[in-house]
T-cell receptor, first 117, second 116 residues
């Protein structure tokens, strides 16, 4: 069974500094995808970044990058140059199966990030 | 609209009543998901539909919960004989099933259910 673990319930970071949010996963399927979502206090789920298990390079999207360490089964999110608007809940999620076959998406418990001015 | 649409946005119901929550996915999206999120908690997977395949119901917490998807588009999540512990936000999401863009899963704004 697939499993996602986020061990940091809460994190603080100074504005303009970088922060790493941890995520480890467990799956027996060689094909899977890893996602990060941001959920501000408004409640909407905002897609940030995706990494496929067969992708050769770490995914990047603007200030977001995913530090994918396949052997360690970790997919940490790095946010560079933190902004006050980055304060939110962040969820790591995993979906088994190749990208063209879909599959249920399982979420971790989340990390609440607070950016201090 | 262009996004995932959920209704009602808010629902207050009495314990023991049945409720129906509706999700209208993005046009053309063949995959549809339902999640439950209690206050301050993570997203709990409920059910997943993919095209004409049998849905993955492994996350439904009890037989009071059911969902259907008619015509491969709109989905309805039904909770029978609601209990106070059913109070939560129910989130629906959809995605394409093919291509790189299929890896992006879009969420609706949720239906806030309160059972009193």
């Amino acid at each position: 069974a697939q499993k996602i673990t986020q061990t940091q319930p809460g994190m603080f970071v100074q504005e303009k500094e970088a922060v790493t949010l941890d995520c480890t996963y467990d799956t027996s399927d060689p094909s899977y995808g890893l996602f990060w979502y941001k959920q501000p206090s408004s409640g909407e789920m905002i897609f940030l970044i995706y990494q496929g298990s067969y992708d050769q390079q770490n995914a990047t999207e603007g200030r977001y990058s995913l530090n994918f360490q396949k052997a360690r089964k970790s997919a940490n999110l790095v946010i560079s140059a933190s902004q006050l608007g980055d304060s939110a809940m962040y969820f790591c999620a995993m979906r088994e199966g190749r990208y063209n076959q879909g599959g249920k998406l399982i979420f971790g418990q989340g990390t609440e990030l607070s950016v201090k001015p | 609209g262009a996004g995932v649409s959920q209704s009602p946005s808010n629902k207050v119901t009495e314990k023991g009543k049945d409720v129906e929550l509706r999700c209208d996915p993005i046009s053309g999206h063949t995959a549809l998901y339902w999640y439950r999120q209690s206050l301050g908690q993570g997203l709990e997977f409920l059910i997943y539909f993919q095209g004409n395949s049998a849905p993955d119901k492994s996350g439904l917490p009890s037989d009071r919960f059911s969902a259907e998807r008619t015509g491969g588009s709109v989905s309805t999540l039904t909770i029978q004989r609601t209990q106070q512990e059913d109070s939560a936000v129910y989130l629906c999401a959809s995605s394409l099933a093919t291509g790189l863009s299929g890896n992006t899963i879009y969420f609706g704004e949720g239906s806030w259910l309160t059972v009193v």
